[in-house]
């Protein structure tokens, strides 16, 4: 069953106004519960509308947003309940917290909710565990953490809404590599845990490969593709052609593939580029 | 959308208006409202208003949004037009209780009235037509004549400068900051007024801590290019007094003479 499903999706800036802009036209999918979806699309293609759409932040200017079957807008004063079911994580997440503690930022979210004494301090606790955050932390000030773990308290926090898809806009932009390694590991492990569905924008091909089950490929406010990560990044040549990129062990898969060696192009990582180059070269002694 | 403001109240273009000197712009308002207070009968304010149509048409913005910058001062024209007519004096009109009309009071009405309304259009003509940038520079090479009093006039023009610059980056940053905690359930839209200024706090801070972070970063950028305000600063873009605003200037003389002369002229009702 669709955990969450666009139909015929138009989304108008300042509708009536003289800065009318189109931003999304026509965008339906349907995703599954328990999936990895990546979205991935130039700057200015319609990935933020997107996902502020799919929360409830912003009301499509025509179509449906369907969360398990039904229409979030169906009754607009109930919309919160929808943000917690969806939870968004926003670029630079970091700027958001406010709290005196750790621990008070990330029970925001569920205090809202309702939640309350054990129910609440588990849920901080799982999340902050998820988060990759450790027990004493959490008694500190937000602002004095340091760049990387702020971030992780500001993804603990709508983690702790224990929502039912998990957004995640650009959550490795600024981070070093260790840094991003260990931020998606963690949200690797969290998906598997959980078997939340999780949708994740970013701009590294590599992330999104190595993470992601389908991807969403949006282009100047139009959904081009919807498909599994491999068979997305096998038209690299269409990619391009919209201004992305595909993952660099594929584009010299890609290369190899034009200088007439016969190579499987659908390499997504360099562990697999490896063992591809190796079969290859160990064909030719034989 | 907050991101769909525009800065301040500019609405660019090309008009006679447009391309006048900041400077000459202020002046003139200035003298504008202490020649609007010196009207003193019908045949000046009827002198009055038809230069200000005058201004307004040739600053080419549509009258509309004159009207509406008129709605924010609805109010105060209303009350006080009120007021003047029951504290007048004079020839007795109407009488009821403790209200008396008088026809002192209605004229003190009318005048006010008019006033205030010339008074905001013509204010919007300055704000409408200038750029905030040219407005800061114009002020600070107005109020140049104050650094004798040890009065620091480029350094009030830079921060006037900046927090003109900011405000669109800061209304950006309040917008995504009401997004992440809506999305945390934040409910800023329903309940009582104190539950709602107490919804505020989650995004106030937020907002402060960026403010102040990026106070710092311009400050380190500015050093990093070493800046060093006041003395010996040229700039991009100078200011200059051309013909137009000479003819700007010589036709508002004209206006104001020919208000002084109908007040010597005509009897004063006001």
């Known amino acids: 069953m669709s955990v969450i499903k666009a139909e015929n999706i138009r989304f108008v800036y300042g509708a009536g106004t003289a800065f009318e802009k189109t931003a999304l036209e026509n965008v339906s999918f349907e995703i599954d519960q328990g999936e990895f979806v990546g979205i991935i699309g130039h700057t200015g293609s319609g990935k933020s509308t997107l996902v502020q759409l799919l929360n409830g932040l912003l009301k499509p200017t025509d179509g449906r947003i369907c969360l398990n079957d039904k229409d979030i807008w169906e009754k607009p004063k109930k919309i919160r309940n929808v943000r917690f079911k969806v939870g968004m994580v926003f670029q630079y997440p970091e700027y958001q917290l406010f709290e005196e503690t750790v621990y008070k930022d990330i029970a925001f979210g569920p205090k809202n909710m309702g939640l309350e004494d054990e129910e609440l301090d588990k849920k901080v606790r799982e999340a902050a565990r998820f988060a990759g955050l450790r027990e004493d932390q959490l008694e500190s000030s937000p602002f004095e953490l340091s760049g990387g773990e702020k971030r992780r308290a500001a993804i603990a926090g709508v983690i702790a809404m224990d929502p039912d898809v998990l957004i995640l806009d650009e959550p490795t932009a600024g981070l070093d590599p260790l840094g991003r390694e260990a931020l998606l590991s963690q949200i690797n492990d969290y998906h598997k845990v959980r078997k939340n569905t999780v949708m994740l924008v970013s701009h590294s091909m590599e992330d999104i490969a190595k993470l992601t089950d389908r991807l969403l490929v949006m282009s100047k406010g139009r959904l081009i593709m919807l498909d599994t990560t491999e068979k997305v990044f096998a038209r690299g040549e269409e990619l391009e052609k919209i201004g992305l990129k595909v993952p660099q062990i594929t584009k010299i898969m890609m290369l190899l593939r034009e200088r007439g060696i016969s190579v499987d192009t659908s390499a997504l990582t360099v562990e697999k580029g490896f063992s591809e180059i190796v079969n290859l070269l160990s064909g030719i002694n034989r | ?270």
């Open chain 2, 1 to 270: 959308m907050v991101r769909d403001m525009t800065l301040g109240q500019y609405l660019p273009g090309n008009s006679f208006v447009h391309r006048l000197d900041a400077r000459s712009k202020i002046l003139l308002l200035i003298a504008y409202i202490v020649f609007l207070f010196l009207c003193r009968n019908f045949v000046s304010l009827l002198i009055m208003t038809l230069f200000s149509f005058l201004i307004i048409f040739l600053t080419r913005i549509s009258f509309l949004k004159y009207l509406k910058s008129l709605r924010l001062v609805l109010v105060v024209i209303i009350i006080t037009g009120i007021m003047n007519i029951f504290y007048g004096s004079g020839e007795v009109l109407w009488q009821w209780w403790i209200f008396t009309v008088t026809k002192g009071g209605l004229i003190n009405a009318a005048f006010v009235v008019v006033r205030i309304s010339l008074l905001m259009m013509i204010s919007s003509v300055l704000t409408y037509t200038t750029s905030p940038t040219d407005l800061t520079d114009a002020l600070e090479c107005l109020m140049k004549p104050l650094t004798i009093f040890h009065i620091k006039v480029h350094e009030i023009a830079m921060m006037m400068t900046i927090a003109l610059r900011f405000i669109p980056v800061l209304l950006d940053e309040t917008d995504k900051i009401m997004n992440a905690q809506k999305s945390r359930g934040a409910d800023m839209e329903n309940g009582s007024p104190i539950r709602r200024v107490k919804a505020l706090i989650p995004v106030l801070i937020p907002l402060f801590v960026s403010a102040f972070r990026r106070a710092g970063d311009l400050a380190t950028a500015m050093e990093c290019r070493c800046y060093n305000g006041g003395k010996n600063r040229t700039r991009m873009k100078v200011l200059h007094f051309s013909l137009r605003d000479l003819a700007a200037s010589l036709s508002s003389l004209l206006i104001f003479s020919a208000i002084i002369i109908s007040n010597i002229m005509f009897s004063n009702v006001i």
